[in-house]
């Protein structure tokens, strides 16, 4: 957990464990150089008594001789509270955990410590035991987790209340620890007395274990599916594309999670996925695919026939209407490409180039101003050699352009005819015959 020279942050709230965490890790400050600070997260619920709890955190911190930090945070009002709240429990965890790693962050804070017990341990499990959770739930608390380390989770709450009274150091109780309304108040004082007294006096431990089992299960999946994230997602930090039949070749869990990896990729920071986000994550997989993104937070997720994206939280910049006076260079930066026209004088024997990036016109059939844009609903164009006009919706299927892209391939209009789907297929328009004198060429190029 520490390597020793670190700058650590401790959560102090105030309660047993905090206080015992923080007593601790003051203690091993000097042999391990570590360079700590106490924060203490003020949510602004409980009025007089988290003032209290505040005001007793500072006053442990100076006794510590511990820089202090107070973070003010506000939970979302009824009105603001989206799709994604996940009850007053969640929602304040979730805003205490974005101040803690701001305040990490602006201290170049490597490690933020918590007071999670044993017994903490223990009601996680169940608790997520009885609220159906997977492998992933039932490993409960990691010991270490990205910056947030856990240095007393194998210490029980009565063991970390004797140290208190033998160091004869106070700490602070929040009533709040004994409402009936939270289910983890609940599992505290009524279901584990009730195991440890009809079952097993050391169900603690027992569910520790078996935590450990569930998370060690995770790690591995965990590392298998990056691994097969690397062989079959192409892209880069801004978006992943997957190949869906090499996906689902996979093991339904491995796939699920390979998916889990690749958004995590695009927002590190984003929400937890929790059971509802895994169910959505598999509905991708299945048949019929949905066919609206599915949105993990920051990820926006699609699939589109034998393909699917994973990327940020909106759709990639379409192509945007432009007037384009020929011949010349036409630059289409939100898609990295261009456009270049140059006219020729039509020799004997000329014949069109066999690439898919290049097109001619008969210039002379073809006004000096073109125009480019991205389709429109019921859109059609005539496609050269074609049977005859299609709708451009289901050329684009048939060629094999996901969903995400269609938009972003550009369009060239003459006269408000679609004379080009660029890079695709040439409209019927303005063909190079023998009687053709000038010779428009178009090319597409990446920028």
Same mark, same amino acid.
């Given at each position: 957990m520490l390597r020793g020279g670190e700058t650590v942050l401790v959560a102090l709230s105030g309660g047993a464990d905090s206080v015992a965490l923080t007593d601790v890790l003051a203690a091993l400050a000097v042999?391990?150089?570590?360079?700590?600070?106490?924060?203490?997260?003020?949510?602004?619920?409980?009025?007089?008594?988290?003032d209290r709890d505040a005001d007793f955190s500072r006053a442990l911190a100076a006794r510590l001789g511990l820089p202090f930090h107070l973070e003010r945070v506000a939970l979302p009002a009824p009105g603001e509270r989206g799709s994604a709240w996940e009850g007053l429990e969640g929602e304040a965890r979730r805003v205490r955990h974005a101040a803690l790693v701001a305040r990490a962050t602006a201290l170049g804070a490597g490690r933020i410590a918590t007071g999670h017990t044993a017994d903490d341990q223990a009601e996680t499990v169940l608790m997520r035991l009885l609220q159906g959770a997977g492998p992933r739930g039932l490993g409960g608390i990691?010991?270490?987790?990205?910056?947030?380390?856990?240095?007393?989770?194998e210490c029980r709450r009565a063991a970390i209340e004797a140290h208190l009274a033998a160091r004869g150091l106070p700490w602070v109780e929040d009533a709040t620890n004994r409402d009936p309304a939270f289910l983890r108040n609940r599992i505290r004082h009524d279901l584990l007395p009730f195991l440890a007294a009809r079952w097993d006096a050391d169900v603690v431990a027992a569910l520790g274990r078996g935590a450990a089992v569930a998370r060690a299960l995770v790690d591995d999946l965990e590392r298998v599916a990056e691994t097969a994230l690397d062989r079959l997602a192409?892209?880069? *930090?801004?978006?992943?594309?997957?190949?869906?039949?090499?996906?689902?070749?996979?093991?339904?869990?491995?796939?699920?999670?390979?998916?889990?990896?690749?958004?995590?990729?695009?927002?590190?920071?984003?929400?937890?996925?929790?059971?509802? *986000?895994?169910?959505?994550?598999?509905?991708?997989?299945?048949?019929?695919?949905?066919?609206?993104?599915?949105?993990?937070?920051?990820?926006?997720?699609?699939?589109?026939?034998?393909?699917?994206?994973?990327?940020?939280?909106? *759709?990639?910049?379409?192509?945007?209407?432009?007037?384009?006076?020929?011949?010349?260079?036409?630059?289409?930066?939100?898609?990295?490409?261009?456009?270049?026209?140059?006219?020729?004088?039509? *020799?004997?024997?000329?014949?069109?180039?066999r690439d898919p990036s290049v097109v001619v016109f008969d210039a002379d059939c073809l006004p000096a101003r073109l125009a480019v844009r991205a389709r429109r609903a019921g859109d059609r164009f005539t496609p050269f050699g074609g049977p005859g006009v299609r709708r451009l919706k289901s050329f684009l299927i048939d060629a094999g352009?996901?969903?995400?892209?269609?938009?972003?391939?550009?369009?060239?209009?003459?006269?408000?005819?679609?004379?080009?789907?660029?890079?695709?297929?040439?409209?019927?328009?303005?063909?190079?015959?023998?009687?053709?004198?000038?010779?428009?060429e178009v090319t597409v190029r990446e920028m």
């Open positions: 042999s391990l150089s570590l360079r700590l600070h106490a924060v203490h997260v003020h949510h602004g619920l409980r009025g007089a008594d988290a990691a010991p270490v987790r990205g910056a947030y380390v856990r240095p007393l989770l192409a892209g880069d *930090a801004a978006a992943l594309v997957i190949d869906v039949p090499a996906l689902r070749a996979l093991p339904e869990d491995l796939a699920a999670e390979v998916l889990r990896r690749a958004a995590l990729r695009i927002s590190p920071r984003g929400p937890a996925l929790r059971a509802a *986000a895994e169910r959505a994550l598999r509905r991708l997989l299945a048949e019929p695919a949905p066919r609206r993104p599915v949105r993990l937070g920051r990820v926006r997720i699609e699939r589109s026939g034998r393909r699917l994206r994973v990327g940020g939280p909106h *759709a990639p910049a379409p192509v945007a209407d432009r007037a384009w006076d020929v011949p010349g260079r036409l630059a289409l930066p939100e898609i990295g490409r261009a456009l270049e026209a140059r006219e020729l004088a039509a *020799a004997p024997g000329y014949r069109p180039p352009v996901p969903r995400w892209e269609r938009a972003r391939v550009p369009l060239l209009e003459a006269g408000g005819e679609i004379v080009w789907v660029v890079g695709l297929r040439r409209g019927g328009a303005a063909p190079v015959t023998a009687d053709t004198r000038r010779i428009l």
